[in-house]
């Protein structure tokens, strides 16, 4: 399984992105996909996440602003980011999911790409 991130860039509070993920090779039985992001000195934290059927969570911090998607025909994953924060600045990962059992699962990153907001 490949990822491949995009969409990052500079933009002034308030402002909106988009950032879109392209997932290829052997993706039939991922089973969720998501976004993760990581500030400077701060642990990688869980944006949103959405699963094959649809069902979508987020972090508190983006409820309201931040919407993820899913276009299964192109294999696209897109996270639209509007009302940003300067807090929102992180370089933001893609994720997918392999299932490997019941709780267990095999999660693939793609290479980050990196959303400042300026205030």
């Known amino acids: 399984v490949q990822l491949q991130a995009s969409g990052g860039g500079l933009v002034l509070a308030g402002g909106s992105l988009t950032l879109s993920c392209a997932a290829t090779?052997?993706?039939?039985?991922?089973?969720?996909y998501g976004w993760h992001r990581q500030a400077p000195g701060k642990q990688r934290e869980l944006v949103a996440s959405i699963t094959t059927d649809g069902k979508t969570d987020y972090a508190d911090s983006v409820k309201g602003r931040f919407t993820i998607t899913r276009d299964s025909y192109r294999n696209m994953i897109y996270l639209q980011m509007n009302g940003l924060k300067p807090e929102d600045t992180a370089v933001y990962y893609c994720?997918?999911?392999?299932?490997?059992?019941?709780?267990?699962?095999?999660?693939?990153w793609g290479q980050g790409t990196l959303v400042t907001v300026s205030s």
């Open positions: 090779g052997r993706i039939w039985s991922i089973n969720a």
């Open positions: 994720h997918a999911d392999w299932p490997l059992g019941v709780t267990e699962i095999d999660r693939y």
